[in-house]
């Protein structure tokens, strides 16, 4: 018989080695998130993620589930908190929803609107970040980027191409593709990799293919953040905005 933590009260079941997120995960609980995927190892950076353990707040997607542990995911604190991390990320880059071809399919965007950002409350910084478009399959649109390092986890780890890397340090930090001319098409980068699919926002675009879902059938559209299968909401009350 596994282990169980507590998630708001309620008994989560887990294996050893699992974190909280990926516990919570596999039981159908929502925690926000934006750099864990469940098909590569925890990156820590977006600290979405955060929950209340302890006394204090942790990453969930780092944390290791412990047994009897009392977790509190859903609380408006921490969705505040939680908010304002969103909200520095869409003055950071340049997040014009509107005019991207991942609306409504984009995790970033979703998850806004799961938490209720309405606004973007800090001056934008309206990035100068040059597209690549030099490969004949993918375009990368900079200045979407998050630094989940997704792709570069994907193309290391999954495709074995190291195409990605973050450089720069601080608020300088930036992706940039690993050619010694920094284009793309000077990469072995291929539509077919894991890292073509992985991006949770609007950065790695297939080229040809923008806006060919209608509104109404994108993938946030019919399966809003939170949502459950059957309908119901996994957090009620945060789950009422909507597009
Ligand atoms: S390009 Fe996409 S997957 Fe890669 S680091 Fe930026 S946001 Fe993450
Ligand atoms: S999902 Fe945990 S820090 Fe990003």
């Not at 934008?124 to 399959?137: G, I, K, L, Q, T």
């Not at 992985?198 to 923008?210: E, M, N, T």
């Amino acid at each position: 018989m596994s282990d169980t933590f507590f998630l708001d009260g309620e008994a989560i079941p887990f294996s050893p080695g699992q974190t909280l997120i990926q516990a919570a995960s596999a039981a159908g609980k929502y925690i926000p998130h934006l750099c864990w995927h469940p098909d590569f190892s925890a990156h820590g950076s977006c600290r979405l993620c955060i929950v209340r353990c302890g006394g204090r707040e942790v990453a969930a997607c780092t944390t290791p589930a412990a047994a009897g542990l009392e977790v509190e995911n859903a609380s408006a604190e921490l969705d505040a908190a939680r908010r304002t991390l969103l909200q520095l990320l869409f003055v950071e880059g340049n997040h014009f929803c509107p005019a991207c071809e991942k609306s409504g399919d984009c995790l970033l965007q979703a998850t806004a609107y799961q938490l209720g950002m309405l606004d973007p409350h800090f001056e934008h910084f309206y990035p100068v970040r040059p597209v690549d478009a030099s490969h004949p399959e993918v375009l990368l649109d900079f200045n979407r980027c998050i630094l989940c390092e997704l792709c570069v986890r994907a193309s290391r780890d999954v495709d074995g191409k190291n195409v990605f890397a973050i450089a720069g340090r601080g608020a300088q930090a930036h992706l940039v593709v690993n050619a010694g001319s920094g284009r793309l098409a000077d990469t072995g980068f291929a539509l077919s990799d894991r890292a073509a699919s992985v991006c949770p926002v609007g950065v790695i675009l297939k080229k040809g293919a923008g806006f060919a879902t209608p509104i109404g059938a994108r993938t946030y559209d019919r399966h809003p953040l939170g949502a459950r299968a059957d309908g119901a909401k996994t957090a009620p009350g945060r789950s009422e905005v909507r597009r």
